[in-house]
């Protein structure tokens, strides 16, 4: 898939099992009405991936991974490779997401490894970065992304999505102002600039971290904001099509 301008991806990070892929199917049904400049995509577990694929049937929606390891092939018990995750259908994986940053302790060299190998195989990456609460409120949060960016983000951006998601946003049901997302995403956008030149400004920078129906309005019509990474809203058709509707308006 080459990177379009606009990009929904729901993390459905450990839920789900074959039951739910009655809601991926509804999913795929409405995103066969969707702009063309506008995708969706849903990333289940690993084991859902093929079946989610199936699912998903011919239309539009894209199926994601969540996770790969950087390697080919080798002794990395429980992990899952580029290839594996394109045999089943993967065309994006995410990269960098803050709880594997937390809590599998991975850098930003071991992040940018992964984006490489999954933009070398021919997916997508949507590389995450995002500040702590402790660092915006120390006035930390543009350096600590600006070094998550400098650190985790392959040599080019063909096939490359950004995601802002602050830490303290997720799963918490509170979100930045639109004044901060705006700032953020204004740097960010800063940084892909000049780190790639045109195909920078031409990557999606998604914003994440408790997006629902009730604010993805105002959350996707931030300047800068080309799309949602969203997590428990996109357990079920009903609210992820909800903001991925928001998207269109
Ligand atoms: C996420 O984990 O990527 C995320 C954005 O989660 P939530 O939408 O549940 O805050």
Redesign the pocket.
């Not at 946003?169 to 918490?172: K, L, N, Q, V």
């Given at each position: 898939m080459d990177t379009p301008r606009k990009l929904i991806a729901g993390?459905w990070?450990m839920n789900g099992t074959a039951a739910a892929l009655a809601e991926i199917a509804a999913m795929a049904d409405a995103a066969r009405d969707l702009p063309p400049n506008l995708t969706v995509a849903v990333c289940p577990p690993a084991t859902l991936i093929d079946r989610a694929r199936v699912a998903a049937g011919e239309g539009p929606l894209i199926v994601g991974a969540q996770d790969v390891h950087a390697e080919p092939a080798g002794a990395f018990t429980g992990s899952v490779s580029v290839e594996m995750l394109a045999d089943a259908g993967a065309k994006l994986v995410i990269v960098g997401?803050s709880?594997r940053r937390a809590d599998c302790g991975e850098t930003n060299p071991d992040v940018r490894a992964k984006a490489e190998a999954v933009v070398a195989a021919g997916l997508t990456a949507v590389v995450c970065v995002g500040e702590t609460e402790a660092e915006r409120d120390a006035g930390d949060a543009l350096s600590v992304i600006a070094g998550q960016l400098d650190g985790s983000l392959p040599a080019n951006a063909t096939r490359l999505a950004v995601a802002y998601?602050p830490v303290w946003?997720?799963?918490?049901g509170r979100t930045p102002t639109a004044l901060q997302i705006a700032e953020v995403h204004a740097a960010i956008r800063s940084d892909l600039i000049a780190r790639y030149g045109d195909a920078g400004a031409a990557t999606p920078v998604l914003y994440?971290?408790?997006?629902k129906p009730s604010n993805a309005t105002e959350l996707l019509h931030v300047d800068n904001v080309d799309g949602a990474?969203?997590?428990?809203?996109s357990l079920t058709a009903a609210d992820f099509l909800a903001i991925v509707r928001a998207a269109v308006r």
């Open positions: 993390n990070k997401h709880e998601e946003a997720i799963g918490t994440g971290g408790s997006v990474l969203v997590g428990g809203a």
